[in-house]
């Protein structure tokens, strides 16, 4: 059974601090990571996808990988009251297409 | 315009109607999914389909059926909704080697 592992939280952190996420996976056939963003009530949206050990940054965004520990991070820089949402981890193995979600992390961000 | 779109968006139901819920993409993506999503248990895999003739069922098939009208249309049926079907149901698609989903907007059913 695949799974994909996150704290509910939730977490919460002031304006402008540092969000850190956390993920961890069981399959060490994954090969593809992917962060989403849900906003209560919306749809996931994709921030972040990584595939190779190491950090891969966009913008405030900075994912980690560290496939021999099976985790994987999602850093948020100068977190804004509109980062508040949860965050689903998902992993996928090369050539499955049918990725394993995380339940997800519930983030806070106050002012 | 939307690549993914879901209808409806929401929908009130009593037990043991049947209802479906449709999803179009203009993405030309060959593969589909359906998921529901319940308050604390993340995205459930109910069907996914990688081509016109191509259905699997996923992790939560049981009273539900799908239908692959088309390369960019495919429908999620309840045969005889219950009220534990309640949830929120998302549409995705996907390509390529990189596994990425693009969700629809959802739809909220309420079987009462």
């Known amino acids: 059974q695949k799974e994909v592992e996150q704290n509910s939280g939730p977490l919460s952190v002031p304006e402008g601090a540092i969000a850190s996420l956390n993920c961890t996976y069981s399959?060490?056939?994954?090969?593809?990571f992917f962060w989403y963003r849900q906003y209560s009530g919306k749809s996931p949206e994709l921030i972040m996808f990584?595939?190779?050990?190491g950090d891969k940054e966009d913008g405030r965004f900075t994912a980690q990988l560290n496939k021999a520990s099976q985790y994987v991070s999602l850093l948020i820089r100068d977190s804004q009251p509109s980062d508040s949402a949860t965050y689903l981890c998902a992993a996928a193995s090369g050539g499955s297409y049918i990725p394993t979600f995380g339940r997800g992390t519930s983030l806070i961000v106050h002012p | 315009d939307a690549d993914v779109t879901q209808t409806p968006r929401n929908r009130i139901t009593k037990t043991g109607k049947r209802i479906m819920l449709e999803c179009s993409q203009t993405k030309g993506h060959d593969r589909m999914y359906w998921y529901r999503q319940d308050p604390g248990l993340g995205l459930q895999l109910i069907y996914y389909?990688?081509?016109?003739?191509?259905?699997n069922k996923g992790e939560i098939s049981d009273g539900y059926s799908v239908s692959r009208q088309a390369q960019a249309k495919f429908s999620l049926s309840l045969e005889s909704a219950i009220p534990n079907q309640t949830a929120l149901y998302f549409c995705a698609t996907s390509e390529g080697e990189t596994d990425t989903q693009y969700f629809g907007p959802g739809t909220r059913l309420t079987v009462l």
């Open positions: 399959d060490r056939g994954s090969q593809s």
């Open positions: 990584i595939y190779s050990n």
């Open positions: 389909s990688f081509d016109v003739k191509d259905i």
